[in-house]
């Protein structure tokens, strides 16, 4: 059965979503499409989860009580606005619940369609299984994304705090702001993993839109959102606690909202649902401006060739932008001076700026998609990306455009090639180099629509500003990940626009390739020796190295021994610590945890009342590199009474 908190949530978001549905229905023949409307409530729902959760952190009442009250709010506010647009428009003699009038499309099942439909639902419910067996288990996760929000939860607010990682305070947070008000309702991370799932079917609803909008039949459609959901590094994503899966979903209905912006300029929907969904994204991941711009640069010019007024538009949304990310970038700048953080965020850039540098990061960023070592085709593929990469005069990995100094050519064990971090897509990537020939062939022959071509030129600029602007790295493709989403409706309607039907085959095949990843996830798999694993969840969350556990077991049964209700943890800025908050809750253990022994602007922030009885270190704080943890513990106060 499903808890209260997951039902209400649910409740207010299909309610925002029938509010869209009846607002459709009133513009006759201007009216937007049931997907449109899907898009719009998920914008507006996230936007409203926005506010609730700061404006709550302002008077320090993020708590279960306040949570609740807000969404019920929602619900009910969202109702009776439904309520109202019904009635106005059909009167009172028609129930509510009617909706026969809405006409909701009915799919005629053919053979085809339903092998379609047996395999989108049977990789959805697959995933959907894993994202609830599994706890959040990602070394970032446990790091700072699932830290960051247990810190939120104990202070009852989103406002920065001491921390040894700074991480915790200066990346962007949307989708720990989703993951909090989950933590905090449901009073555990049960359903922590399915704020990226929800993500992941966001995508693949925002795939086949984007598809239908540039002109796409229903199966090509369908086969647009099956390739999204056949991404390896989207299937791997899907059941964790990451970010990269909720900024894709972002851009991709910033791109729904900028075709509707450029077909209705006046709109003020397109408008709002534009800002607001370019604002998610920025305050998701920072990779959002880059791949955002060029997409941004072609609805501004778009909708300025209509009329010069509608620059009015362009005001509005980055006004919009600026609104939902305001409050996150005020804290910043009061903390660091800097409203995107302190140094350590820019040293992710390349400090050489030229045509050499960005071939050699178009080369390796191309690499990382064909990296397994047990794999022949990938490893040939490598060796002759590894030669072209020679004409770059580039050495295989250069610390000025390099984050670190792995030669990606060496490939990746088979393990990290089916890891969330680092796995590659490689059919994906083919297609999308056949796709771009297609393009460049086919551009003065005027055989595929012009909205097709700019589309796809503006996924190739975000491509080649992400590698001129940003080092390499070996994680790469997990940044990534919008880029390759967002390339699905081009390879449909571009590369096999006039053999649909090798290109059923081809998108059958790919999904059924990729149900390798959905079952092979190196730390979320299911196959007989992950499954004891499953069972003991407290085990799980240590499959990126299950050595660490027995340490973490032993330090928690330490200080439940102790009697100690004020942990100290003096830790690296790429510790886990979201471990420590679980383990010691599972022993029952009730108290305050607090960083220590900070050498960053955050030990302002420190609360002098706060002294600890322990304090756990794991003596890499302030170092660079990090190997696995040294720990010592500190008893330093007597036993609370």
């Known amino acids: 059965m499903l808890p209260n908190s997951i039902i209400l949530l649910s409740l207010c978001f299909v309610a925002i979503c029938a509010i869209f549905k009846e607002a459709s229905l009133r513009r006759n023949s201007a009216a937007w499409g049931n997907r449109d409307s899907f898009i719009l409530a998920c914008i507006t729902q996230s936007t409203l989860l926005v506010f609730i959760t700061d404006g709550l952190s302002v008077f320090h009442l993020l708590q279960r009580t306040y949570l609740f009250v807000g969404w019920v709010s929602v619900l009910v506010i969202s109702f009776l606005i439904f309520a109202y647009l019904r009635v106005s428009r059909v009167g009172l003699n028609t129930s509510l619940i009617d909706l026969r009038d809405w006409k909701l499309p009915r799919l005629e099942l053919t053979p085809v369609l339903a092998v379609f439909l047996a395999l989108i639902s049977f990789q959805l419910v697959t995933l959907a299984m894993i994202a609830y067996v599994y706890p959040p288990n990602n070394w970032d996760s446990l790091t700072y994304h699932m830290s960051r929000v247990v810190h939120w939860q104990q202070n009852q607010s989103v406002a920065l705090y001491a921390t040894n990682i700074v991480r915790q305070l200066q990346s962007q947070p949307f989708a720990e702001y989703a993951l909090v008000n989950l933590q905090i309702m449901l009073k555990n991370d049960a359903y922590a993993n399915f704020v990226q799932f929800f993500a992941f079917f966001v995508s693949f609803i925002g795939v086949t839109n984007i598809t239908k909008k540039m002109g796409g039949t229903r199966d090509q459609q369908i086969m647009a959102g099956m390739l999204s959901i056949s991404l390896p590094m989207a299937i791997l994503q899907s059941t964790s606690t990451q970010s990269d899966l909720v900024v894709s979903q972002w851009l991709i209905c910033f791109v729904v909202m ?384």
């Open 258 to 641: 900028g075709f509707g912006l450029m077909r209705e300029p006046e709109n003020y929907l397109w408008v709002l649902g534009a800002g607001l969904a370019l604002g998610l994204a920025c305050l998701t991941k920072a990779t959002a401006f880059i791949f955002a711009l060029p997409f941004c640069i072609w609805f501004g010019t778009s909708i300025v060739k209509k009329s010069l007024k509608n620059i009015t538009a362009g005001l509005v949304i980055g006004i919009l932008v600026l609104l939902l990310n305001s409050a996150f970038l005020i804290r910043n700048y009061q903390l660091f001076s800097n409203p995107l953080g302190t140094s350590v965020m820019f040293q992710t850039t390349n400090e050489l700026h030229s045509l050499g540098g960005l071939a050699s990061n178009v080369i390796r960023n191309t690499a990382l998609n064909f990296t397994e070592k047990d794999n022949v085709i990938y490893q040939s593929t490598l060796g002759w990306l590894q030669i072209l990469h020679q004409f770059t005069g580039f050495p295989d990995s250069d610390p000025r455009i390099s984050l670190h100094d792995t030669d990606i050519f060496k490939g990746l064990g088979s393990d990290l090639a089916h890891h969330e971090d680092f796995a590659g897509n490689p059919i994906q990537a083919v297609l999308i180099f056949l796709t771009i020939l297609v393009l460049v062939i086919n551009y003065r022959k005027s055989k595929i629509n012009t909205g097709v071509i700019l589309y796809g030129f503006c996924l190739i600029v975000g491509f080649l500003s992400f590698s001129y602007y940003l080092k390499f790295q070996e994680w790469g493709n997990r940044l990534l990940l919008p880029m390759f989403l967002l390339w699905s409706p081009v390879i449909i309607l571009a590369l096999f626009a006039r053999y649909e039907r090798v290109l059923k085959f081809l998108i059958v095949g790919v999904l059924l390739f990729s149900f390798t990843f959905t079952f092979g996830n190196s730390i979320r798999g299911i196959n007989y020796e992950a499954l004891p694993t499953v069972k003991e969840r407290e085990k799980s969350y240590f499959a990126n190295n299950q050595a660490l556990y027995p340490i973490y077991a032993e330090l928690s049964d330490k200080i439940i021994k102790s009697d100690c209700h004020a942990l100290g943890l003096s830790l690296g800025e790429n510790t886990w610590e979201y471990p420590f908050w679980v383990l010691l809750a599972n022993r029952k253990w009730q108290g305050r945890i607090e960083h220590v022994n900070i050498g960053n602007p955050s030990s302002t922030l420190q609360d002098k009342n706060f002294v600890p009885c322990v304090v756990i270190s794991d003596n890499s704080n302030g170092k660079e590199k990090y190997s696995y943890y040294d720990w010592t513990v500190e008893f330093i106060a007597p036993k609370s009474p």
